[in-house]
């Protein structure tokens, strides 16, 4: 599970970086109850996404000209130049230099050795994430690579996770990423599969009915990946691409079973 406590190392903000921001705008909106709230006059077109007045992440021009738009993970940093030189190190590609975002925070963009994108923040104003786990907010990431031993190594080496390997069927495994001591159930997932269609990190968005979210994604304009289905002791998931080519997944996470 995720939390907005904005740990270092763990998901602290998610955005879009969408070739169309009024599109984009228009199908989240409608799709999840949400309202986008601009930055501010300096913020190049970018947009808060809010549910109920809180933060749950951001959408903006896509800033890699013939690039679909994406969802970037952003994980929590205490030092944005330390970490680019982790990455470096560890095999990975600075994308983009650390760079500071008004009085907001201090931002840098990277490419891991398998070719997922991701991000840091070291948060000043903006601390992230205000509101997570519930219906309309991210609970979930997920790597999806086609080399896993590859971007175990460079998560570990880069944001000191601990990498826990779950087996869930009779050739795959699931790895559930936690920080040294956390909690067993992890804030992400990596998954390695040569077969996947990209190398990326895919959100999941909780959601109360994963089966009417599917429909109502659907005849938005999003194109189907994978089901509805559901993965016992986890919940029922989906996988989507949206009218732009971002893809996402919704999940509507299976409730804990009560002792007694």
């Not at 109360?208 to 659907?218: G, I, S, V, Y």
Request: glycine content about 12%; some cysteine; aromatic content about 10%.
């Amino acid at each position: 599970m995720l939390s907005n406590s904005n740990t270092p190392s763990t998901p602290t903000w998610l955005d879009l970086g969408s070739n169309d921001v009024d599109a984009s705008t228009a199908f989240y909106t409608e799709l999840f109850g949400w309202t986008a709230r601009s930055a501010g006059p300096d913020s190049g077109g970018y947009v808060f996404l809010e549910l109920g007045g809180k933060m749950i992440g951001g959408l903006g021009p896509n800033m890699e000209p013939g690039a679909d738009g994406a969802w970037t993970p952003y994980f929590g940093t205490a030092d944005v130049e330390t970490t680019s030189k982790s990455v470096e190190m560890a095999g990975g590609t600075v994308r983009m230099p650390a760079m500071d975002v008004m009085s907001s925070g201090r931002m840098a963009q990277y490419t891991d050795p398998t070719g997922a994108k991701f991000a840091v923040w070291q948060p000043l104003e903006h601390t992230g994430f205000q509101v997570v786990d519930v219906p309309g907010s991210i609970s979930w990431v997920e790597l999806q690579t086609h080399d896993g031993p590859v971007a175990i190594a460079f998560y570990e080496a880069v944001l000191g996770w601990t990498v826990t390997p779950n087996p869930i069927g009779p050739d795959m495994v699931y790895n559930v990423v936690s920080l040294p001591g956390g909690a067993p159930t992890g804030f992400a997932g990596i998954m390695a599969d040569t077969q996947f269609p990209a190398v990326l990190w895919n959100p999941y968005f909780e959601v109360a009915d994963c089966d009417a979210t599917f429909a109502k994604a659907t005849a938005l304009g999003a194109s189907a990946l994978m089901g509805p289905e559901t993965m016992p002791g986890i919940g029922r998931m989906a996988q989507l691409t949206d009218p732009l080519g971002a893809r996402f997944s919704v999940i509507a996470t299976e409730a804990p079973a009560q002792q007694g």
